[in-house]
């Protein structure tokens, strides 16, 4: 049985996570140390039963994220997940989030005035990459003339070699980005501002002040993880749509369907593919026993494709409603960015389907995706209209 994603895998990983869901469901990989979870129910409770699935790896985690986000919220368990949290949830409720609706749609304007008359782009490079960046970059007071090392830096961090182990390019992005952030909180500590690192310098938790490595971790996180993640929704979106044309058609007709699509598209093409959990004590997933102490990946992407929570579960349908789609997690750690990401997926949608009539995949297109098993998304997307 093979888990180790090859280039085939890589590329479509769906017919795999469907023979696994068939006869490997709970499934031990030994050369790795770590369980791999397939199906829905099970991907489900791994995600959200943090007394038995631990969301603390370690210093230098399992999952190649290495130390920046070993403090962060998104690996750290109750009680200290709850008041991390409880930090910088009002910065992301729905309400705070639509507030950015007027400048999200001016900076998505912007973007397509640069490439709108030319009538083919690379819709990655030049609106789902910039987009989200500038978003999140004005929300932390991050200087515009620094937004480009984010994209190396994302990069490598979610790129990962197949065993998941850290490499060279790793680490030294780590390094940088460190560095890079240490020197911004400094900056932050002598003058703040309006922004979402000042709020976090000035923030207590029963009358202590964030420890340095809390405070890295959450720039680490806001600023890579919701980033890449973004940028994948609106590329898959995109590309859902071009291999279903009357869809577009459908969308035109009835925009207001374009929440439902995104959805659909976050289900069957979800952005982030897999997480990680660590067990605290045995456990049994499925039929299989895993003692504590066990590496688990839980494949989000499989679970969003069991036809046992699913109908026609390999089918892009925007019609599918109640749509409980695991792509932004399950229970304490869904996804704080999650109304967000949906806001400017929505948008996007919006201004490329008024904008860009006809829009199409450039005849011949090669697609090739990102190299990582975590993150689904395309390197690049040609398309003309
Ligand atoms: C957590 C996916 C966008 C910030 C998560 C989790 C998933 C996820 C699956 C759960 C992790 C777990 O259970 O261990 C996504 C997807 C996105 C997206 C698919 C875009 C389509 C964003 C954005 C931000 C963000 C835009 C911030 C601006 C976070 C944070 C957590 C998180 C802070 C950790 C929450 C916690 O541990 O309590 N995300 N995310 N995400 N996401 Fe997102």
Redesign the pocket.
Same mark, same amino acid.
């Given at each position: 049985m093979d888990v180790n994603h090859s280039a085939e895998h890589q590329l479509d990983p769906f017919p795999h996570y469907e023979r696994m869901r068939e006869t490997a469901p709970v499934y031990f990989d030994e050369q790795s140390g770590s369980w791999h979870v397939f199906r829905y129910d099970d991907v489900q409770r791994a995600?959200s039963e943090y007394a038995t699935f631990s !969301?603390h790896m370690g210093g230098d985690d399992a999952s190649g994220t290495g130390q920046l986000f070993s403090s !962060? @919220?998104?690996a750290?368990d109750p009680p200290r %997940?709850r008041q991390l949290?409880s930090l910088?949830t009002q910065a992301?409720t729905p309400k705070a989030v639509d507030a950015l609706s007027p400048r999200i749609a001016g900076l998505t304007d912007e973007l397509l005035e640069g490439f709108a008359v030319r009538g083919s782009a690379d819709l990655i490079k030049e609106l789902a990459y910039p987009l989200?960046v500038i978003v999140?970059s004005e929300?932390m007071g991050i200087p515009p003339q620094d937004r480009e090392r984010f994209k190396r830096w994302s990069d490598v961090i979610v790129s990962q070699t197949r065993t998941g182990a850290a490499n060279e390019d790793h680490t030294a992005a780590n390094v940088e980005m460190t560095e890079y952030f240490l020197a911004l909180i400094d900056q932050r500590r002598s003058r703040p501002g309006q922004d979402l690192i000042s709020t976090l310098l000035a923030a207590e938790i029963d009358g202590q002040k964030l420890t340095v490595p809390e405070l890295l971790g959450f720039c680490a @996180?806001?600023l890579v $993880?919701?980033?890449e993640?973004?940028t994948? @929704?609106i590329g898959n979106a995109v590309l859902c749509l071009a291999e279903n044309p009357g869809t577009i058609d459908r969308l035109l007709r009835e925009p207001a369907l374009i929440p439902q699509a995104i959805e659909e598209v976050?289900r069957f093409r !979800?952005?982030?593919q897999s997480?990680?959990?660590l067990t605290v004590a045995e456990t049994t997933l499925g039929d299989e026993v895993i003692p504590a102490g066990a590496p688990i990946v839980a494949w989000?992407g499989s679970a969003n494709r069991d036809e046992r929570q699913f109908q026609r579960p390999a089918e892009f349908d925007v019609d599918r409603g109640h749509n409980r789609h695991? $792509?932004?997690? %399950?229970?304490? %750690?869904?996804?704080?960015? $999650?109304p @967000?990401?949906r806001l400017? $997926?929505r948008i996007v949608l919006e201004a490329l389907l008024s904008r860009l009539p006809g829009l199409s995949l450039e005849p011949g297109a090669h697609l090739e995706r990102m190299d990582s098993t975590i993150v689904y998304g395309v390197k690049a997307l040609p398309v003309s209209w």
């Open positions: 995600l !969301s !962060s @919220l998104i750290t %997940h949290r910088v992301f989200p999140i929300l @996180l806001l $993880a919701g980033n993640t973004t994948n @929704l976050l !979800s952005p982030v997480m990680y959990r989000i695991l $792509a932004f997690g %399950h229970g304490i %750690h869904f996804c704080l960015g $999650a @967000l990401a400017e $997926a």
